[in-house]
């Protein structure tokens, strides 16, 4: 007898679920060295199973909330869709499988250097003994890098002294 499985749109509305409530959702900052030595500053495309180098640090989200597109009312501008900013009764309703995820780079805590990498990680575990809200972690604070949701590649960024950056996802699961 003949049987089909597939997942359903619960499941991505729970691992969504799931990564709004982790606390330990990071934005990482990498990749300082030129992409190519023949090429410098070709950026390469992002591949499946790709990973971060050089991590610099990596900065504690300040927001993971739920968003759903809404072109009418939404406040967040990513690759020219809207998104507006939803509560977990909304998400739950809607069965919301997307999430937006920020850090601030505040030159007084964040290192400053050139990086060509960004991306999310979550379940990131620090070492034992460092504040577990610790908001700045060096790769040497890392237990356990977590699993690496999204990644960017870029042309290389300079941070300066006086400046702060935003760093923002719209992840969809």
Known sequence: MPSKTSDVKGMKTYQTFN???DKNVFIAVGKTSPWNPENPEKVPDVSYGQT???IVALKRADQVKFVTPDDTNGTIIQ???KWRIIEEVEARAIDC???YVQAWLRYDEFPICNYRQTGVYAGTILVDGLPVNKQVVKPDEV???GF???VTNQSPLQREVTHRE???YILEL
């Open 52 to 54: 971060m180098t050089e």
């Open 97 to 99: 499988r997307w999430l």
């Open 166 to 168: 935003s760093i923002e």
């Open 19 to 21: 990564l709004f409530k």
């Open 79 to 81: 690759l020219g869709q």
């Open 148 to 150: 690496l949701l999204a």
């Open 143 to 145: 237990k356990d890098m």
